[in-house]
């Protein structure tokens, strides 16, 4: 890249595109468009006339870990011992990307998820992999 170029294009990559459609779908929760059941489909939930859903919790993975998904803690506790590695995008700003971490609970049939106040921001250019779950509702978001 020169320095004439926009640094906004910095990330403009499949990874970076896909968590914008995500963090607009988490903003509007409902989109009136269909697609196929992948990370970037245009809403949340089974159908696209349901607003049940806030959240499309994903797993992210490093160019460096391979096949051993991102694991944060759950509380910004210096001595936290508990790690999560479910994630729900807050943020997204060029290159750079803030998740929260959610803690899952899969006691049930249908794993649910609860927001924690544990937070990161990570660098695009630091992922090679992103694997999105079912998507959710998360309280407290």
Request: glycine fraction near 4%.
């Amino acid at each position: 890249m020169n320095n004439n170029q926009d640094k906004n294009n910095c990330c403009d990559n499949c990874i970076s595109n896909i968590l914008r459609v995500i963090l607009i779908l988490q903003e509007n929760a409902e989109c009136g468009d269909s697609c196929l059941d992948t990370c970037d489909r245009g809403f949340l939930g089974q159908q696209f006339s349901m607003v049940l859903y806030n959240t499309r919790p994903i797993v992210l993975y490093t160019c460096t870990t391979g096949n051993t998904p991102l694991s944060m803690p759950i509380s910004k506790s210096p001595t936290e011992t508990t790690t999560s590695s479910i994630f729900r995008l807050e943020k997204l700003d060029n290159c750079c990307a803030t998740f929260r971490v959610l803690v899952a609970d899969t006691t049930g049939d249908v794993p649910t998820y609860t927001s924690t106040n544990s937070f990161f921001t990570i660098n695009l250019d630091c992922l090679c992999i992103i694997r999105c779950l079912d998507d959710t509702n998360v309280s407290d978001v």
